[in-house]
């Protein structure tokens, strides 16, 4: 499990990756609210994200439609996000030592939003029927090839 920045969630290749699985871990309220996403990636490899300390989280979601949930995109905001300047207001000081951040993915097939505000994000390798495991290392040389090879066609 690997602890991944802003950064390095707004690179990740989000469109048309598929959300299989969300569940919500509230086993130690307070201690470590969690969230968890598993999401099958374009080439059919799969990762878990798990978002841990969730402060607050609207999964906008809408059901019924006979579509498997591909994302339109995903972003990470920090302090800077609307619904981080809230959620430390609500708080009333009681929190402003610790950093949180805001999550939002957007889906294609059925218009949903999830928003997430937590302290932490992580990134889980998961067995993948097609591929076996497939290292969170691997999704970042990956993209860090494709930008490589955009610059030198447009040099």
Not at 27 to 49: F, Q, T, V
Not at 65 to 81: C, F, M, Q
Not at 125 to 140: H, L, N, T, V
Request: glycine share 4%; proline share 2%.
């Amino acid at each position: 499990m690997k602890k991944i920045s802003n950064n390095e969630f707004n690179e990740l290749e989000w469109h048309d990756s598929i959300i299989e699985k969300i569940e919500i871990d509230r086993s130690r309220p307070g201690e470590n609210d969690s969230i968890e996403i598993l999401i099958s990636w374009y080439d059919g490899a799969k990762n878990k994200l798990r978002f841990d300390n969730v402060r607050w989280a609207d999964l906008n979601m809408n059901f019924g439609i006979v579509a498997l949930e591909s994302i339109y995109d995903a972003s990470a905001e920090g302090r800077e996000n609307a619904c981080v300047k809230e959620c430390y207001a609500k708080w009333n000081g009681r929190i402003d030592n610790i950093s949180l951040n805001y999550y939002e993915i957007e889906t294609n097939s059925t218009g949903s939003k999830i928003q997430i505000v937590a302290e932490e994000t992580y990134l889980s390798e998961y067995p993948s029927e097609r591929q076996g495991f497939r290292p969170f290392s691997c999704i970042f040389q990956e993209k860090l090839r494709i930008l490589q090879f955009i610059r030198r066609l447009m040099a």
